[in-house]
């Protein structure tokens, strides 16, 4: 069973960066696809951005591209969310998701597809 364990959320101002990461307990990401969704309070989770892992391909919301790249440390078992250029918008719980399979560009973005959840953590972009 697959444990994501994250860290890196905070405040920051408008304009600043902050690094999420995502490290696998219990297991490895081979052949897994991994990424980030967030939820604002009163709003429905979005997905943010999705690397698989064998391969490398990234894909991400048209809003953060350009500003966030996700990126894995294959000997770590870790997989990261560089958040650059944050906008008040962007304030939300970052939650780190894994499925353990490959999957399709039509269902990386619904967060029914992933079988693994982190706990979130709390990114605040507040002057």
């Known amino acids: 069973q697959v444990q994501l364990l994250e860290s890196g959320g905070g405040l920051v101002q408008p304009g600043g960066s902050l690094r999420l990461s995502c490290a696998a307990s219990?297991?490895?990401?081979?052949?897994?696809?991994t990424g980030w969704f967030r939820q604002s309070p009163g709003q429905e989770r979005e997905f943010v951005a999705a690397?698989?892992?064998?391969?490398?391909?990234?894909h991400y919301k048209n809003s953060v591209k350009g500003r966030f790249t996700i990126s894995r440390d294959r000997a770590k078992n870790t997989v990261y969310l560089q958040m650059d250029r944050l906008m008040p918008e962007d304030t939300a719980v970052y939650h780190c998701?894994?499925?353990?399979?490959?999957?399709?560009?039509?269902?990386?973005?619904?967060?029914?597809?992933?079988?693994?959840w982190g706990q979130g953590t709390q990114v605040t972009v507040s002057s």
């Open positions: 219990g297991g490895t990401f081979n052949g897994y696809t």
């Open positions: 690397l698989r892992w064998t391969e490398g391909s990234t």
């Open positions: 998701v894994a499925a353990n399979s490959r999957l399709i560009v039509s269902r990386l973005m619904d967060g029914e597809n992933y079988d693994y």
